[in-house]
Protein backbone atom coordinates (compact mmCIF):
# COMPACT_ATOMS: atom_id res chain seq x y z
CA UNK A 1 0.00 0.00 0.00
CA UNK A 2 2.87 2.19 0.64
CA UNK A 3 4.49 1.48 -2.50
CA UNK A 4 0.99 2.39 -4.27
CA UNK A 5 0.96 5.89 -2.58
CA UNK A 6 4.86 6.66 -3.70
CA UNK A 7 4.00 5.44 -6.69
CA UNK A 8 0.95 8.13 -6.78
CA UNK A 9 3.23 10.88 -5.51
CA UNK A 10 5.76 10.40 -8.06
CA UNK A 11 3.19 10.45 -10.69
CA UNK A 12 2.24 13.63 -9.70
CA UNK A 13 5.19 14.66 -8.81
CA UNK A 14 6.52 14.38 -12.45
CA UNK A 15 3.29 15.51 -14.39
CA UNK A 16 3.68 18.68 -12.10
CA UNK A 17 7.19 19.07 -13.26
CA UNK A 18 5.95 18.51 -17.00
CA UNK A 19 3.30 21.24 -16.86
CA UNK A 20 6.02 23.60 -15.28
CA UNK A 21 8.11 22.94 -17.74
CA UNK A 22 5.22 23.24 -20.47
CA UNK A 23 4.09 26.61 -18.79
CA UNK A 24 7.68 27.71 -19.18
CA UNK A 25 8.06 27.01 -22.73
CA UNK A 26 10.38 24.24 -22.18
CA UNK A 27 10.11 20.72 -23.33
CA UNK A 28 9.72 18.29 -20.21
CA UNK A 29 11.59 15.81 -21.63
CA UNK A 30 14.99 17.60 -23.10
CA UNK A 31 14.76 20.87 -21.17
CA UNK A 32 14.53 22.67 -24.44
CA UNK A 33 12.55 25.46 -24.95
CA UNK A 34 9.92 24.91 -27.95
CA UNK A 35 10.05 27.18 -30.66
CA UNK A 36 6.94 26.68 -33.53
CA UNK A 37 7.43 27.29 -37.00
CA UNK A 38 4.01 27.95 -38.96
CA UNK A 39 4.68 27.36 -42.88
CA UNK A 40 2.26 28.23 -45.51
CA UNK A 41 2.46 25.09 -47.61
CA UNK A 42 4.56 22.37 -49.28
CA UNK A 43 3.10 22.99 -52.68
CA UNK A 44 5.60 25.72 -53.61
CA UNK A 45 9.45 25.06 -53.22
CA UNK A 46 10.50 28.13 -51.10
CA UNK A 47 8.47 27.21 -48.74
CA UNK A 48 9.92 23.98 -47.92
CA UNK A 49 14.00 25.33 -48.37
CA UNK A 50 12.72 28.57 -45.74
CA UNK A 51 10.96 25.39 -43.48
CA UNK A 52 13.93 22.93 -43.21
CA UNK A 53 16.64 25.81 -43.08
CA UNK A 54 14.81 27.18 -40.07
CA UNK A 55 14.38 23.88 -38.47
CA UNK A 56 18.15 22.91 -38.64
CA UNK A 57 19.12 26.60 -37.97
CA UNK A 58 16.95 26.35 -34.58
CA UNK A 59 18.06 23.09 -33.40
CA UNK A 60 21.64 23.82 -33.96
CA UNK A 61 21.31 26.61 -31.76
CA UNK A 62 19.29 24.34 -29.16
CA UNK A 63 15.83 24.68 -29.22
CA UNK A 64 12.74 22.03 -29.77
CA UNK A 65 11.17 23.04 -33.17
CA UNK A 66 7.78 21.98 -33.60
CA UNK A 67 7.08 22.62 -37.45
CA UNK A 68 4.20 23.13 -39.26
CA UNK A 69 2.94 22.99 -42.37
CA UNK A 70 -0.67 23.92 -43.45
CA UNK A 71 -1.68 22.64 -47.24
CA UNK A 72 -2.58 26.79 -48.21
CA UNK A 73 -5.73 26.36 -45.77
CA UNK A 74 -5.63 29.54 -43.47
CA UNK A 75 -8.42 27.44 -40.70
CA UNK A 76 -5.98 24.56 -40.61
CA UNK A 77 -2.67 27.03 -39.66
CA UNK A 78 -5.06 28.29 -37.34
CA UNK A 79 -5.13 24.65 -35.61
CA UNK A 80 -1.69 24.47 -35.61
CA UNK A 81 -0.80 27.27 -34.05
CA UNK A 82 -3.36 26.70 -31.13
CA UNK A 83 -1.81 23.67 -31.04
CA UNK A 84 1.70 25.00 -30.85
CA UNK A 85 0.63 27.42 -27.66
CA UNK A 86 -1.29 24.51 -26.11
CA UNK A 87 2.48 22.32 -26.24
CA UNK A 88 4.48 25.12 -25.03
CA UNK A 89 5.69 27.14 -27.36
CA UNK A 90 7.49 30.38 -26.01
CA UNK A 91 8.35 31.99 -29.74
CA UNK A 92 6.14 31.45 -32.64
CA UNK A 93 7.60 32.11 -35.94
CA UNK A 94 4.59 32.03 -38.43
CA UNK A 95 4.67 32.33 -42.21
CA UNK A 96 1.16 33.51 -42.97
CA UNK A 97 -1.30 31.91 -45.82
CA UNK A 98 -3.78 35.24 -44.59
CA UNK A 99 -2.02 37.57 -42.88
CA UNK A 100 -5.48 38.76 -41.55
CA UNK A 101 -6.94 36.08 -40.59
CA UNK A 102 -4.71 34.77 -37.14
CA UNK A 103 -6.16 37.82 -35.24
CA UNK A 104 -7.90 35.49 -32.35
CA UNK A 105 -5.21 32.87 -32.51
CA UNK A 106 -2.43 35.76 -32.12
CA UNK A 107 -4.38 37.16 -29.36
CA UNK A 108 -4.01 33.98 -27.29
CA UNK A 109 -0.87 33.87 -27.64
CA UNK A 110 0.13 37.30 -26.29
CA UNK A 111 -2.46 36.51 -23.40
CA UNK A 112 0.01 33.58 -22.97
CA UNK A 113 2.74 36.12 -23.03
CA UNK A 114 4.17 33.75 -26.01
CA UNK A 115 6.26 36.08 -28.71
CA UNK A 116 5.38 35.80 -32.53
CA UNK A 117 7.35 36.48 -35.14
CA UNK A 118 6.30 37.02 -38.77
CA UNK A 119 8.43 35.50 -41.35
CA UNK A 120 8.27 36.57 -44.96
CA UNK A 121 4.45 37.66 -44.61
CA UNK A 122 3.28 40.55 -42.39
CA UNK A 123 0.49 39.57 -39.62
CA UNK A 124 -2.47 41.96 -40.38
CA UNK A 125 -4.74 44.07 -38.05
CA UNK A 126 -3.16 42.71 -34.77
CA UNK A 127 -1.20 43.83 -32.15
CA UNK A 128 0.37 40.69 -30.98
CA UNK A 129 2.91 40.89 -33.86
CA UNK A 130 6.10 41.16 -32.09
CA UNK A 131 8.41 41.29 -34.96
CA UNK A 132 8.77 41.12 -38.67
CA UNK A 133 11.82 39.18 -40.28
CA UNK A 134 11.87 39.67 -44.04
CA UNK A 135 13.60 40.63 -47.32
CA UNK A 136 12.97 44.44 -48.46
CA UNK A 137 10.37 43.66 -50.22
CA UNK A 138 9.87 47.04 -52.34
CA UNK A 139 13.21 46.51 -53.35
CA UNK A 140 12.45 43.46 -55.11
CA UNK A 141 10.13 45.43 -57.27
CA UNK A 142 12.53 48.08 -57.90
CA UNK A 143 15.29 45.78 -58.78
CA UNK A 144 12.83 43.69 -61.39
CA UNK A 145 11.73 47.26 -62.42
CA UNK A 146 15.52 48.52 -62.89
CA UNK A 147 16.44 45.16 -64.54
CA UNK A 148 13.57 45.70 -66.87
CA UNK A 149 14.51 49.50 -67.60
CA UNK A 150 18.50 48.33 -68.16
CA UNK A 151 17.57 45.79 -70.56
CA UNK A 152 15.58 47.23 -72.60
CA UNK A 153 17.80 50.47 -72.28
CA UNK A 154 14.53 52.42 -71.43
CA UNK A 155 16.96 55.66 -70.39
CA UNK A 156 17.69 55.92 -73.80
CA UNK A 157 15.33 54.76 -76.18
CA UNK A 158 14.66 57.53 -77.75
CA UNK A 159 11.38 56.95 -80.00
CA UNK A 160 11.11 53.14 -79.91
CA UNK A 161 7.90 52.02 -77.83
CA UNK A 162 8.10 48.51 -75.73
CA UNK A 163 5.03 46.36 -75.42
CA UNK A 164 4.55 45.07 -71.18
CA UNK A 165 2.06 43.16 -69.57
CA UNK A 166 2.10 43.16 -65.87
CA UNK A 167 1.20 41.02 -62.92
CA UNK A 168 1.10 40.96 -58.97
CA UNK A 169 0.85 38.76 -56.42
CA UNK A 170 -1.90 37.23 -54.04
CA UNK A 171 -4.17 39.74 -52.50
CA UNK A 172 -3.85 38.62 -49.52
CA UNK A 173 -0.33 38.47 -49.13
CA UNK A 174 1.25 41.84 -47.85
CA UNK A 175 4.46 41.82 -49.71
CA UNK A 176 2.47 41.74 -53.09
CA UNK A 177 1.70 45.56 -53.29
CA UNK A 178 5.56 46.52 -51.97
CA UNK A 179 6.59 43.95 -55.42
CA UNK A 180 4.43 45.46 -57.65
CA UNK A 181 5.37 49.60 -56.27
CA UNK A 182 8.77 48.93 -56.31
CA UNK A 183 8.63 47.66 -59.52
CA UNK A 184 5.68 50.28 -60.69
CA UNK A 185 7.59 52.87 -59.52
CA UNK A 186 10.45 52.63 -61.66
CA UNK A 187 8.51 52.07 -64.51
CA UNK A 188 5.83 54.72 -64.30
CA UNK A 189 7.92 57.47 -65.81
CA UNK A 190 8.25 55.36 -68.94
CA UNK A 191 4.96 54.46 -68.86
CA UNK A 192 3.75 57.72 -68.84
CA UNK A 193 6.29 58.93 -71.49
CA UNK A 194 4.82 56.03 -73.76
CA UNK A 195 7.96 54.44 -74.20
CA UNK A 196 6.32 51.39 -72.71
CA UNK A 197 2.95 51.05 -73.92
CA UNK A 198 0.73 48.41 -71.65
CA UNK A 199 -1.62 47.02 -74.47
CA UNK A 200 -4.31 45.42 -72.39
CA UNK A 201 -4.38 48.21 -70.64
CA UNK A 202 -4.13 46.47 -67.32
CA UNK A 203 -1.91 48.65 -64.65
CA UNK A 204 -4.81 48.61 -61.45
CA UNK A 205 -3.41 46.22 -58.69
CA UNK A 206 -6.63 44.80 -58.38
CA UNK A 207 -6.87 43.59 -62.25
CA UNK A 208 -3.34 41.81 -61.92
CA UNK A 209 -3.28 40.45 -58.89
CA UNK A 210 -3.51 36.48 -59.07
CA UNK A 211 -4.86 34.81 -55.76
CA UNK A 212 -2.69 32.26 -54.05
CA UNK A 213 0.37 32.57 -56.44
CA UNK A 214 -1.01 30.44 -58.45
CA UNK A 215 1.11 29.01 -61.60
CA UNK A 216 -2.18 27.63 -63.30
CA UNK A 217 -4.13 31.06 -62.52
CA UNK A 218 -1.21 33.24 -64.23
CA UNK A 219 -1.04 30.64 -67.03
CA UNK A 220 -5.18 31.42 -67.90
CA UNK A 221 -4.54 35.01 -67.48
CA UNK A 222 -2.09 34.87 -69.71
CA UNK A 223 -3.84 33.02 -72.03
CA UNK A 224 -6.71 35.53 -72.05
CA UNK A 225 -4.32 38.67 -72.55
CA UNK A 226 -2.74 36.77 -75.75
CA UNK A 227 -5.27 35.88 -77.36
CA UNK A 228 -7.48 38.96 -76.91
CA UNK A 229 -4.58 41.13 -77.57
CA UNK A 230 -1.81 39.90 -79.42
CA UNK A 231 -3.37 37.29 -81.32
CA UNK A 232 -2.69 39.37 -84.41
CA UNK A 233 1.05 39.60 -84.22
CA UNK A 234 1.02 42.15 -81.66
CA UNK A 235 5.15 41.91 -80.33
CA UNK A 236 5.24 41.16 -76.56
CA UNK A 237 8.61 42.40 -75.10
CA UNK A 238 8.52 41.94 -71.37
CA UNK A 239 5.93 40.76 -68.66
CA UNK A 240 6.44 42.08 -65.04
CA UNK A 241 5.84 38.66 -62.86
CA UNK A 242 6.21 39.47 -59.06
CA UNK A 243 7.37 35.90 -58.47
CA UNK A 244 8.64 32.34 -59.88
CA UNK A 245 5.04 30.52 -59.74
CA UNK A 246 3.61 32.98 -61.98
CA UNK A 247 7.10 33.30 -64.14
CA UNK A 248 6.33 29.62 -64.81
CA UNK A 249 2.79 29.92 -65.86
CA UNK A 250 3.46 32.89 -68.14
CA UNK A 251 6.01 31.22 -69.69
CA UNK A 252 3.56 27.89 -70.09
CA UNK A 253 1.57 30.31 -71.47
CA UNK A 254 3.82 31.65 -74.36
CA UNK A 255 5.54 28.40 -75.25
CA UNK A 256 1.73 27.33 -75.88
CA UNK A 257 1.20 29.89 -77.97
CA UNK A 258 3.87 29.55 -80.20
CA UNK A 259 6.45 32.33 -78.41
CA UNK A 260 10.00 30.74 -79.40
CA UNK A 261 13.59 31.66 -77.77
CA UNK A 262 15.75 34.10 -79.77
CA UNK A 263 12.90 34.79 -81.66
CA UNK A 264 10.09 36.90 -80.22
CA UNK A 265 10.08 34.87 -76.17
CA UNK A 266 9.39 38.80 -74.32
CA UNK A 267 11.78 39.60 -71.03
CA UNK A 268 9.84 37.54 -67.94
CA UNK A 269 11.11 38.76 -64.81
CA UNK A 270 10.53 36.69 -61.40
CA UNK A 271 11.23 35.91 -57.55
CA UNK A 272 13.03 33.01 -55.29
CA UNK A 273 15.47 31.36 -57.50
CA UNK A 274 13.25 28.46 -57.96
CA UNK A 275 15.02 25.21 -59.80
CA UNK A 276 11.98 25.07 -62.39
CA UNK A 277 12.42 28.70 -63.10
CA UNK A 278 16.31 28.31 -62.94
CA UNK A 279 16.00 25.89 -65.90
CA UNK A 280 13.99 28.16 -67.49
CA UNK A 281 16.44 30.81 -67.10
CA UNK A 282 18.81 28.96 -68.83
CA UNK A 283 16.88 27.78 -71.33
CA UNK A 284 15.70 31.58 -72.11
CA UNK A 285 12.49 30.93 -70.91
CA UNK A 286 12.89 33.43 -67.98
CA UNK A 287 15.08 36.79 -67.89
CA UNK A 288 15.77 36.57 -64.38
CA UNK A 289 14.63 36.06 -60.52
CA UNK A 290 15.45 37.93 -57.40
CA UNK A 291 17.75 34.97 -55.19
CA UNK A 292 16.56 35.59 -51.29
CA UNK A 293 19.14 33.70 -49.63
CA UNK A 294 16.73 32.08 -46.93
CA UNK A 295 19.64 30.71 -44.68
CA UNK A 296 20.00 34.38 -44.31
CA UNK A 297 16.79 35.22 -43.58
CA UNK A 298 16.95 31.89 -41.06
CA UNK A 299 19.96 33.00 -39.36
CA UNK A 300 18.88 36.72 -38.41
CA UNK A 301 15.36 34.89 -37.24
CA UNK A 302 17.49 32.16 -35.23
CA UNK A 303 19.44 35.66 -33.57
CA UNK A 304 15.99 37.11 -32.60
CA UNK A 305 14.43 34.18 -31.41
CA UNK A 306 17.89 33.68 -29.14
CA UNK A 307 17.49 37.12 -28.21
CA UNK A 308 13.54 36.69 -27.29
CA UNK A 309 14.18 33.52 -24.80
CA UNK A 310 17.52 35.18 -23.07
CA UNK A 311 15.56 38.37 -22.31
CA UNK A 312 18.08 40.77 -24.46
CA UNK A 313 17.20 43.42 -27.01
CA UNK A 314 16.03 42.13 -30.46
CA UNK A 315 17.57 43.26 -33.13
CA UNK A 316 15.46 45.44 -36.15
CA UNK A 317 16.68 47.67 -39.39
CA UNK A 318 13.20 49.04 -39.57
CA UNK A 319 11.06 50.96 -37.72
CA UNK A 320 8.63 52.80 -39.88
CA UNK A 321 7.56 50.84 -43.06
CA UNK A 322 5.61 48.07 -42.26
CA UNK A 323 2.19 49.18 -40.86
CA UNK A 324 0.05 46.22 -40.21
CA UNK A 325 -3.53 48.45 -39.58
CA UNK A 326 -3.03 48.69 -35.97
CA UNK A 327 1.01 49.31 -35.30
CA UNK A 328 4.30 49.84 -37.24
CA UNK A 329 6.37 46.27 -36.97
CA UNK A 330 9.54 46.12 -35.82
CA UNK A 331 11.22 44.29 -38.76
CA UNK A 332 14.41 43.47 -40.13
CA UNK A 333 15.23 43.42 -43.50
CA UNK A 334 17.70 41.26 -45.40
CA UNK A 335 18.95 42.22 -48.61
CA UNK A 336 17.51 41.12 -52.29
CA UNK A 337 19.91 40.00 -55.34
CA UNK A 338 19.05 38.90 -58.82
CA UNK A 339 20.41 36.14 -60.64
CA UNK A 340 20.21 35.52 -64.82
CA UNK A 341 22.33 33.37 -66.99
CA UNK A 342 25.59 35.32 -66.08
CA UNK A 343 25.69 35.69 -62.34
CA UNK A 344 23.77 31.97 -61.06
CA UNK A 345 26.80 30.24 -61.14
CA UNK A 346 28.39 32.41 -58.51
CA UNK A 347 25.31 33.52 -56.62
CA UNK A 348 23.81 29.92 -56.76
CA UNK A 349 26.24 27.32 -57.33
CA UNK A 350 29.24 28.41 -55.66
CA UNK A 351 27.37 29.55 -52.60
CA UNK A 352 26.21 25.96 -52.12
CA UNK A 353 22.23 27.21 -52.41
CA UNK A 354 21.89 24.59 -55.34
CA UNK A 355 24.70 21.46 -56.80
CA UNK A 356 25.09 21.90 -61.16
CA UNK A 357 22.77 18.78 -60.66
CA UNK A 358 20.15 20.46 -59.49
CA UNK A 359 19.89 22.65 -62.13
CA UNK A 360 20.55 20.33 -65.14
Do not use: H
Not at 214 to 241: H, N, W
Not at 331 to 339: D, M, R
Amino acid sequence: MKTTKKILVLLVAIALFASIFTMAGCDALSGKTKIGVAMPTKSLQRWNQDGSNMEAKLKEAGYDVDLQYANDDPALQITQIEGMITNGCKVLVIASIDGSALGPVLATAKDKKIKVIAYDRLLMNTDACDYYATFDNYMVGTIQGQYIETTLGLASAGDKVYNLEMFAGSPDDNNARFFFQGAYDVLKPYIDAGTLNIVSGMTAFEDIAIPGWKTESAQAKMDDRLSAFYADGTKLDVVLSPNDSLALGIANSLTAAGFEVGVDFPIITGQDCDKANMKNVLAGKQSMSIFKDTRDLADQVVKMVKAIVEGKEVEVNDTKTYDNGVMIVPSFLCVPKYADKNNYKELLIDSGYYTEADLA
